[in-house]
């Protein structure tokens, strides 16, 4: 069974930096497309950030966060930097079908973890 586990959330000031884990179980990693998605409360769930043999970004958070994985360790990592209070949400680990374009798309994603909570306060 597919497992995706995410950690790392918590409060910090704007400005300052957080580092999200996941950890996925199973073969899903080596074969797949990991990405970040957020949601903050009455809003829809959006993209952030994905890999595979590439990676890509959201606008909003383009030159702020950087998306790495580790094979060995079967881990993807969101580190966020210069945070703002708008990048306040929870965030959600996914992982889908590689693509040569990572999509942005939830759709896309069938694995999903619990979700982490980050919060940025002005």
């Known amino acids: 069974q597919v497992q995706l586990i995410e950690s790392g959330g918590g409060l910090v000031q704007a400005g300052g930096s957080l580092k999200l884990s996941c950890v996925a179980s199973?073969?899903?990693?080596?074969?797949?497309?990991m990405a970040w998605f957020r949601q903050a409360p009455g809003k829809e769930r959006e993209f952030v950030a994905a890999?595979?043999?590439?990676?890509r970004y959201a606008d909003s958070v383009k030159g702020r966060f950087t998306i790495s994985r580790d094979g060995a360790e079967n881990t993807v990592a969101l580190e966020m930097n210069s945070l703002k209070p708008e990048d306040t949400a929870t965030y959600f680990c996914?992982?889908?079908?590689?693509?040569?374009?990572?999509?942005?798309?939830?759709?896309?994603?069938?694995?999903w973890g619990q979700g982490t909570q980050v919060t940025v306060s002005s």
């Open positions: 996914a992982g889908g079908a590689a693509r040569v374009i990572p999509s942005i798309v939830p759709g896309d994603y069938d694995y």
């Open positions: 890999i595979t043999w590439n990676t």
């Open positions: 199973g073969q899903i990693f080596s074969r797949n497309a």
